[in-house]
């Protein structure tokens, strides 16, 4: 039986106003024909190199884009479309992210402050033991607690980050690169704790390049290229070498794994500036045919699972 989606986005495009050569004004799109749906008690991974437009993702569903941004599309929350107004309301209640950048920690505040933002309805003594709880978790000593982030590693600094958003009572988080920095043991955990919260009902979007730490967790995977979605795969697909992937990207990225063929990709991802007619992914393609050069192809329904290309079966 299908879930309902709670987080839906719908042909989302992304475009930034830019001077260029003095006054000379143009429109950069660095998204185009991106599609997204996470139910609620799953793991959607959202699996891409840098440059693709994952973290992009994350910052329109919560309304943080820069001034000069514009977006077309529909992002909709539990079947609504979102205004500006209603993601506002809606960050760090509903929705929260845990950010790419270990900056986003509020210097002036201590660790156990930090993580106590999302333990606001909690009293005194049940937010000092979930404090102690996740910092002995993720292995960290118990005077961490009184750190300020200036006093804190990468690493460290990481661990808080997913404190604060693990101890929310969100429905929706937003993982953006929650893994580098983080040892086997930290990854671990991280890793269990994002599959005990969607086994509790809540929905999570983990945005990543690490393909192999999305297998582990991951209900499905969702590829981008060069700002769009090219397929949606449930985990199980990659298995036995990819034989359940539809697109030619997906299965080369599966080819490139370690364990797999680790055989290399030829090419580069194309930049926004330099987008292509018709598959966004079409120079690299071994399939590809004078028709792919024509006009993006359609984002359909094949075997379970979706892939925007003329050739997927």
């Known amino acids: 039986m299908k879930r309902e989606p709670i987080l839906k986005i719908e042909n989302l495009e992304l475009s930034f106003s830019q001077y260029i050569q003095g006054l000379k004004k143009r429109e950069l799109t660095v998204i185009t024909n991106l599609d997204l749906e996470l139910a609620e008690g799953e793991i959607l ?5 840098s440059g693709s437009g994952k973290s992009l993702l994350a910052h329109a569903i919560l309304g943080i884009l820069p001034y000069n941004a514009r977006t077309r599309g529909k992002i909709l929350y539990k079947g609504k479309v979102l205004s500006q107004r209603e993601k506002e309301r809606l960050r760090g209640q509903e929705i929260v992210l845990v950010p790419q950048s270990v900056n986003y920690l509020d210097p002036l505040l201590q ?4 993580i106590g933002i ?52 969100a429905k929706v988080i937003i993982a953006d690169e929650p893994t580098p920095g983080l040892d086997d043991e930290s990854l671990g955990e991280v890793l269990k704790d994002f599959r005990n919260l969607s086994d509790s009902g809540k929905a999570i979007l983990m945005i990543t390049h690490d393909i192999q730490a999305a297998l582990k967790i991951a209900d499905k995977i969702a ?10 795969a449930a985990g199980i697909d990659f298995a036995h070498g990819g034989q359940g992937l539809r697109h030619p990207y997906t299965k080369a990225l599966c080819r490139a794994l370690p364990g797999e063929d680790f055989e290399a990709i030829e090419g580069r991802q194309p930049l926004p500036s330099e987008l292509p007619q018709g598959c966004l992914f079409s120079d690299r393609c071994q399939l590809c045919t004078e028709e792919c050069t024509r006009q993006r192809p359609d984002y359909r329904m094949i075997r379970g699972g979706k892939a925007r290309c003329i050739h997927a079966t």
């Open 45 to 49: 991974a959202v699996v891409g190199s």
């Open 111 to 114: 660790v156990e402050q930090q």
């Open 118 to 169: 999302s333990l606001q309805n909690k009293t005194k003594e049940q937010k000092e033991k979930m404090n102690n709880e996740i910092l002995h978790r993720y292995g960290l000593d118990l005077a961490v607690k009184q750190y300020y982030p200036f006093q804190l590693s990468g690493g460290m600094a990481r661990k808080v980050l997913l404190a604060t958003a693990l101890t929310s009572s």
């Open 223 to 232: 590829i981008f290229y060069a700002g769009a979605t090219l397929e949606l």
